[in-house]
């Protein structure tokens, strides 16, 4: 009897160190299950600029619960008051590509998802605040 209650409590504690060390493991993540979207390069865009406005490509998106970026849709043009925009950043997927850029206005609570490199969008801005100032 004494050698099956040791080899119970063995098997008990081998059971529950592996059971840990699976818990412990951080979960990799596989190309079919990234923790994010990959966003595409998307053709050269110049869209016009007016008297403190600019022509953006812009695409839908939503958060996941995880506060993942979710896109939706198809990627539009917009016309956008330059002069309405508080700050502008880089959005690199999970690749590390910064294809798009985040722009938020003061007019709306949620970022603005632009389908144009960071660099694109700063020259678009101040083209449009130039032709303001003429």
Avoid: C, W
């Avoid at 966003?39 to 812009?58: M, N, Q, T």
Wanted: zero cysteines.
């Amino acid at each position: 009897m004494d050698k099956v209650l040791k080899s119970i409590l063995g098997v008990t504690i081998v059971v529950a160190i592996a059971m840990f060390a699976m818990s412990s493991k951080p979960v990799q993540r596989g190309k079919e299950d990234p923790s994010g979207p990959v966003i595409k390069r998307l053709s050269s865009y110049r869209g016009d600029h007016f008297p403190g406005f600019a022509e953006f490509r812009v695409q839908d998106m939503e958060y996941s619960d995880l506060g993942e970026v979710i896109l939706k849709g198809e990627p539009y043009d917009i016309l956008l008051n330059v002069t309405y925009i508080t700050s502008a950043y880089r959005f690199e997927d999970v690749k590390g590509k910064d294809y798009s850029t985040l722009v938020f206005t003061n007019y709306h609570q949620e970022p603005i998802l632009i389908r144009q490199t960071y660099k694109d969008v700063v020259s678009s801005i101040r083209k449009g605040m130039e032709a303001l100032t003429k």
